[in-house]
């Protein structure tokens, strides 16, 4: 999950990203191919927190300590369990992405159903043991179209939770909400690819030529990671796998986008995600660090 604020799950205030990032070791991320939102919004935003010693991925020690990079092993999730403790911080969308075949996308909420358009795999594996998830297939067009909702505008607090298993490749947009205004003002969640098997998790904001994000870097993996992006006014946060990792002092004033809300691709079908996706929640204001670790630790890991 967000007009004013990317970012999943995986929060949310307007965005796009990634401006000239400095890795060492490597010349870092390649820019994809530009998007209807710009020549390249996904490269064009200013103020990226780089990769230093600091993003380095928590090393997984097989217990239950805050900053393990896998879930808990000690954790007794259920199905029922994690949907619960989501529903009881009043998300505003929750789309669980359970769906066994077509449209609607079911919102759990039961306000703004979406619709699965290309490239989607129903019932694959997903985090939760009495529920699948939906593989998208990286190609042009293959998202969950939302619609235009969820604004954000002015400096909304936000979050947007997502559970996500990124396939690698090119793969970028987990969600994102832009106006088509030749500068793709909005905000987004986003992965991509970096040197020495990491992937860079971004969520940004974006208003015009200006945009603000906070980004974290963690091992390449093959398991579903729980991402968190949370705005309060002032910080852009990141959650992953249950703790918080990256935050950035965001100022940007968001105005409302009339755009179209999507997972999986941008709203013109572009920068698809390949991978999956699962337990999409929205919510109209920050959620704190333990309620954020309590979602986390209510399901499994796969």
Request: proline letters at 6%; aromatic letters at 10%; one cysteine or more.
């Amino acid at each position: 999950m967000f007009s004013a604020i990317p970012w999943l799950a995986v929060p949310i205030a307007g965005c796009s990203f990634l401006a000239d990032l400095d890795f060492p070791g490597g010349s870092g991320p390649q820019p994809p191919p530009g998007d209807e939102d710009s020549g390249n919004p996904l490269w064009d935003g200013a103020g990226v927190d780089g990769f230093d010693a600091a993003d380095a991925p928590p090393v997984d020690t097989g217990g239950d300590t805050l900053g393990d990079a896998t879930p808990n092993k000690d954790a007794t999730p259920t199905g029922p369990r994690y949907a619960e403790e989501v529903r009881a911080d009043s998300p505003v969308g929750y789309w669980r992405l359970g769906d066994r075949s077509g449209t609607p996308a079911k919102d759990e909420i039961n306000a703004n159903p979406g619709a699965y358009e290309n490239g989607i795999s129903f019932g694959v594996p997903g985090v939760v043991s009495n529920d699948t998830a939906v593989r998208f297939d990286g190609a042009f067009g293959s998202r969950v179209r939302i619609g235009d909702v969820f604004e954000f505008s002015d400096k909304s607090h936000c979050t947007l939770e997502v559970w996500a298993k990124w396939d690698g490749g090119r793969g970028y947009v987990i969600a994102k909400k832009s106006v088509i205004d030749g500068k793709g003002t909005g905000y987004s969640l986003y992965v991509s690819p970096m040197v020495n098997n990491q992937s860079l998790w971004i969520y940004s904001r974006k208003l015009g030529d200006v945009s603000e994000s906070v980004s974290y870097a963690a091992a390449a993996s093959t398991k579903f990671a729980h991402v968190a992006a949370t705005f309060d006014g002032t910080k852009g946060r990141i959650f992953f796998n249950g703790s918080e990792v990256k935050s950035a002092n965001f100022s940007l004033s968001m105005i409302s986008t009339d755009g179209t809300l999507s997972f999986g691709s941008n709203s013109g079908g572009d920068d698809a995600f390949e991978g999956s996706l699962d337990e999409i929640a929205i919510y109209d204001h920050a959620l704190s660090p333990e309620r954020i670790r309590a979602h986390f630790n209510a399901a499994n890991s796969k």
